[in-house]
């Protein structure tokens, strides 16, 4: 479509239906998003004036329900995908490059015909995009080029998977331009994860992927990786009297990478002392009646690393049976269980290089504080610092968020809702 078409249908409410699926119907949300969209085509314009045909996408973050560090384990989750995201403007040619640029970044510059690992990429977006088309190129799909102006409420280091929807976005975009939508939402994960992994330099499980990708609230079995099972589930907090809260404690990711790397390479020490490559390949009787032996060969606390995981790979599955059983107490028993093991066995509060900076305990005494037994928190998402997760009464809302902006900083505090669509093109 022509930009100024794009612009006008928008500002008469000509996707208003759109927007209210994506992010709430409310009149001061539409009225954010008409002006959000209005402003990335305006930048749009001005960084590619001569770029006049558009199409606009968008992919969501995600928040981790169930499954603390278990998915990278081949083990399962519950998460869903949020009413935060990622959205493009973008123009299609034929230039066989790549522009793109997100606000607040300089622009990232991909030639096409050159899609080898550069090292001088490594954790820069520009090596997540060189991985996407490359995995598309691998695949068979000829991608060209397209100049696109990206803008993001999914921050970066809010525990939300602001990286899997960027690369969500991108496989998207190609997908739907260059591949008439064949590849679909699972292998665009995949193909993110391979970006990710292999370009960007970072090992990730597939589940924040996945999650962005396919959309919803979901239950996901890694068992196989290339064909996990994928369970959508009808659930929205609010009708059981909560709302899901995320705070950002403000924690500092630097430095963080050993603390990331070490939770899966413990776990597959473990594994290894069967002759196996994953936990989950291991029968828990099998790691029950090992202990001593496992004592002479591995970590304690990789010994209760292994031990999270299987407890948590199990409460995912009997969280998601709760939801659908409409069985909300029992959903935030096992939510407290999960946070609780989390703590002390996964110990992935905080960073044992920097005990003096424990953000995310904070937090989680402060939850406690405020709610009492009427809600529950736990840490979010790969833990160490950055965001914790409450499940709030809606009648305890406003005061909580308040209470933790007070701790944390304005803004700190987030209330969320459920978006059930993943990657997808807007216009």
Same mark, same amino acid.
């Given at each position: 479509?022509?930009?100024?078409?794009?612009?006008?249908?928008?500002?008469?409410?000509?996707?208003?239906?759109?927007?209210?699926?994506?992010?709430?119907?409310?009149?001061?949300?539409?009225? /954010?998003?008409?002006?959000?969209?209005?402003?990335?085509?305006?930048?749009?314009?001005?960084?590619?004036?001569?770029?006049?045909?558009?199409?606009?996408?968008? /992919?969501?973050?995600?928040?981790?329900?169930?499954?603390?560090?278990?998915?990278?384990?081949?083990?399962?989750?519950?998460?869903?995908?949020?009413?935060?995201?990622?959205?493009?403007?973008?123009?299609?040619?034929?230039?066989?490059?790549?522009?793109?640029?997100?606000?607040?970044?300089?622009?990232?510059?991909?030639?096409?015909?050159?899609?080898?690992?550069?090292?001088? =990429?490594?954790?820069?977006?520009?090596?997540?995009?060189?991985?996407?088309?490359?995995?598309?190129?691998?695949?068979?799909?000829?991608?060209?080029?397209?100049?696109?102006?990206?803008?993001?409420?999914?921050?970066?280091?809010?525990?939300?998977?602001?990286?899997?929807?960027?690369?969500?976005?991108?496989?998207?975009?190609?997908?739907?331009?260059?591949?008439?939508?064949?590849?679909?939402?699972? =292998?665009?994960?995949?193909?993110?994860?391979?970006? =990710?992994?292999?370009?960007?330099?970072?090992?990730?499980?597939?589940?924040?992927?996945?999650?962005?990708?396919?959309?919803?609230?979901?239950?996901?079995?890694?068992?196989?990786?290339?064909?996990?099972?994928?369970?959508?589930?009808?659930?929205?907090?609010?009708?059981?009297?909560?709302?899901?809260?995320?705070?950002?404690?403000?924690?500092?990711?630097?430095?963080?990478?050993?603390?990331?790397?070490?939770?899966?390479?413990?776990?597959?020490?473990?594994?290894?002392?069967?002759?196996?490559?994953?936990?989950?390949?291991?029968?828990?009787?099998?790691?029950?009646?090992?202990?001593?032996?496992?004592?002479?060969?591995?970590?304690?606390?990789?010994?209760?690393?292994?031990?999270?995981?299987?407890?948590?790979?199990?409460?995912?599955?009997?969280?998601?049976?709760?939801?659908?059983?409409?069985?909300?107490?029992?959903?935030?028993?096992?939510?407290?269980?999960?946070?609780?093991?989390?703590?002390?066995?996964?110990?992935?509060?905080?960073?044992?290089?920097?005990?003096?900076?424990?953000?995310?305990?904070?937090?989680?005494?402060?939850?406690?504080?405020?709610?009492?037994?009427?809600?529950?928190?736990?840490?979010?998402?790969?833990?160490?610092?950055?965001?914790?997760?409450?499940?709030?009464?809606?009648?305890?809302?406003?005061?909580?968020?308040?209470?933790?902006?007070?701790?944390?900083? =304005?803004?700190?505090?987030?209330?969320?809702?459920?978006?059930?669509?993943?990657?997808?093109?807007? /216009?």
């Amino acid at each position: 479509m022509k930009l100024k078409q794009f612009q006008a249908d928008l500002t008469a409410g000509k996707y208003d239906e759109k927007l209210c699926r994506l992010y709430g119907s409310s009149d001061a949300v539409l009225a /954010a998003q008409r002006a959000r969209y209005l402003q990335a085509a305006e930048n749009f314009s001005r960084l590619y004036p001569e770029r006049e045909e558009i199409a606009v996408f968008s /992919a969501p973050g995600r928040t981790e329900i169930g499954g603390n560090h278990t998915d990278h384990q081949h083990g399962c989750v519950l998460a869903a995908s949020v009413d935060l995201d990622v959205i493009a403007i973008v123009a299609f040619h034929d230039e066989h490059v790549i522009r793109l640029q997100s606000a607040g970044y300089s622009q990232d510059y991909v030639d096409l015909c050159d899609l080898t690992v550069q090292p001088e =990429e490594k954790g820069k977006s520009a090596a997540l995009i060189r991985g996407v088309v490359s995995r598309f190129q691998e695949m068979g799909v000829a991608v060209g080029g397209f100049d696109a102006y990206t803008t993001s409420n999914v921050l970066s280091g809010s525990g939300l998977s602001s990286s899997a929807a960027f690369e969500v976005l991108i496989g998207t975009i190609i997908d739907q331009h260059y591949h008439a939508g064949a590849a679909g939402a699972v =292998e665009i994960a995949k193909i993110g994860q391979y970006a =990710e992994n292999r370009y960007f330099g970072k090992k990730s499980g597939l589940m924040d992927q996945m999650v962005s990708s396919v959309g919803g609230f979901v239950f996901i079995d890694f068992e196989d990786t290339d064909n996990p099972k994928i369970e959508k589930l009808s659930c929205q907090f609010e009708d059981a009297g909560y709302v899901l809260c995320i705070t950002d404690t403000k924690g500092s990711h630097a430095d963080l990478t050993d603390d990331y790397v070490s939770i899966p390479a413990e776990m597959n020490l473990v594994a290894a002392q069967f002759g196996k490559n994953h936990l989950r390949e291991v029968d828990e009787k099998a790691f029950l009646q090992a202990l001593p032996k496992l004592r002479t060969a591995c970590f304690d606390r990789a010994i209760l690393r292994a031990a999270h995981f299987y407890g948590d790979n199990r409460r995912a599955a009997e969280e998601a049976k709760a939801l659908s059983g409409n069985d909300f107490p029992q959903f935030l028993k096992l939510v407290k269980e999960s946070g609780d093991s989390s703590a002390k066995w996964l110990q992935n509060l905080y960073s044992c290089s920097k005990p003096a900076e424990q953000g995310i305990p904070l937090g989680l005494w402060a939850s406690e504080q405020i709610l009492g037994d009427a809600g529950v928190s736990r840490v979010h998402g790969g833990g160490f610092a950055g965001t914790i997760q409450a499940f709030v009464p809606v009648h305890m809302a406003k005061d909580y968020c308040e209470k933790m902006d007070q701790l944390f900083g =304005e803004g700190s505090c987030q209330i969320l809702q459920i978006r059930n669509i993943g990657g997808m093109q807007f /216009a």
